[in-house]
């Protein structure tokens, strides 16, 4: 068995690289029918292949049922008819191929896994064959692959919650995957952007949990969640206070993402042997409110420190200081376990004599703790911490109206 396993493996590669995927999804649906649990290869080896037949045919079916719409706005009704018998053969094929799933998923791989990534993979998977088929389905038949499509997701988000990180790839991609879900086939943008933002804003507390190997993964994803929040805001009913809520959603998310993307120089930085890095950056609050907004300027050569003090008698054990760079992030090096002790950043100097200004009532504004311990289940040798801004003397003009979009009256919440 082991020889065949080898040989189907192989002859999927193989198949992969001459993009004859066909052959591709039937050689790993003889691994599948092995009832074996999937190694992570052989799982995205049978995932590329399905996606790769299937998104032909709904690339056909787009296609298709564009052209039909525009025969039947001129009125060429014999046209249309012929289209229509074309779309329904590719409707066939689709059906096929997600029923073709469904059994190897259903009768191979989830009785065969051991819980955890895999079963969030394969549930997954159910609810995006499920949505498929809703894409072209109708009436009844509709309702009924919808509301398998949502049971997959919901099984899948629940396992995804008990056993992998907000962090992981797979759990953001659910999360990507099941708000389209409810954007394009249950027609709620409020849902899919509530779902889309929530795992946005949880991967982004969690970015401390994100090892070297699967930053890209992860961020591209968090990329497609902000794109698609910014998109679907939008089509949110504009009733009530559902402005200042739109607005909070596409800010926080393009906050996220600013400061996300920029922390993949600092990671692409951090080459040495060290045993931590710490990486953040540092920002000019143009409008002395305490926290980002969308007129926040990143600030260059600003210089910060970051201390360890044992927490019974305050003493320093470890201090480093630096700089931020051309981006606006530090990247702090730091040596040695320091479980005991309280370790933070603190702001030092800023390069910009207009924006220097610290609010003293608020240490935490210009602060931020650091975990720097492989005891706490973090394995990751980079920790992410807080932005860290410095207050403009004079806020800028459009201060008022940036915090009005977020339903923030600036008064209230400006220091002055």
């Not at 997600?98 to 896994?113: A, F, G, R, Y």
């Not at 692959?145 to 992998?164: F, G, H, P």
């Amino acid at each position: 068995m082991a020889k065949d396993r080898e040989n189907y493996v192989y002859i999927a590669k193989l198949a992969e690289q001459a993009e004859r995927y066909d052959e591709m999804v039937d050689a790993m649906k003889k691994v599948a029918n092995l009832d074996v649990e999937l190694t992570v290869e052989e799982r995205n080896l049978l995932s590329v292949g399905y996606k790769n037949v299937i998104g032909a045919r709904r690339a056909s079916w787009r296609i298709l049922s564009s052209i039909e719409q525009k025969e039947e706005s001129k009125g060429n009704d014999q046209n249309a008819k012929r289209i229509q018998t074309y779309r329904q053969k590719v409707e066939s094929e689709l059906a096929d191929i997600c029923t073709d799933i469904m059994c190897v998923i259903d009768e191979h791989l989830i009785p065969s896994c051991s819980g955890g990534e895999s079963t969030v993979f394969y549930y997954k998977m159910k609810g995006d064959y499920y949505r498929y088929l809703a894409e072209f389905k109708a009436s009844d038949e509709r309702k009924e692959v919808a509301d398998q499509s949502l049971k997959a997701y919901q099984a899948a988000s629940t396992a995804a919650t008990a056993d992998l990180s907000p962090t992981h790839p797979i759990r953001l991609g659910l999360a990507l995957n099941f708000s389209v879900f409810y954007y394009e086939i249950m027609n709620s943008p409020e849902r899919a952007c509530h779902l889309a933002k929530q795992a946005f804003d949880e991967a982004i507390a969690e970015l401390d949990t994100l090892s070297e190997e699967s930053y890209k993964d992860s961020t591209l994803i968090m990329q497609l969640l902000r794109d698609n929040l910014t998109l679907w805001t939008s089509d949110i009913p504009e009733d009530g206070g559902d402005e200042a809520h739109k607005g909070d959603i596409a800010a926080k998310a393009g906050e996220g993402f600013c400061f996300l993307s920029l922390l993949g120089s600092a990671y692409a930085a951090a080459v040495d042997d060290s045993k931590f890095y710490v990486v953040g950056t540092v920002y000019c609050d143009t409008c002395r409110t305490q926290f980002v907004t969308r007129v926040s300027e990143l600030m260059t050569k600003a210089k910060v420190k970051l201390e360890c003090r044992e927490q019974e008698d305050g003493k320093v054990t470890y201090t480093v200081e630096g700089e931020t760079d051309e981006l606006g992030v530090y990247h702090l090096p730091v040596e040695g376990e320091h479980e005991e002790e309280v370790c933070e950043v603190v702001l030092v100097e800023s390069s910009d004599p207009d924006c220097s200004e610290l609010d003293k009532k608020s240490h935490q504004r210009h602060s931020s703790r650091i975990s720097l311990t492989k005891k706490n289940g973090i394995s990751s040798e980079n920790r992410i911490a807080n932005p860290l801004g410095f207050m403009r003397k004079e806020p800028l003009a459009e201060c008022p109206e940036v915090l009005k979009e977020l339903g923030i009256t600036y008064q209230d919440h400006a220091v002055v």
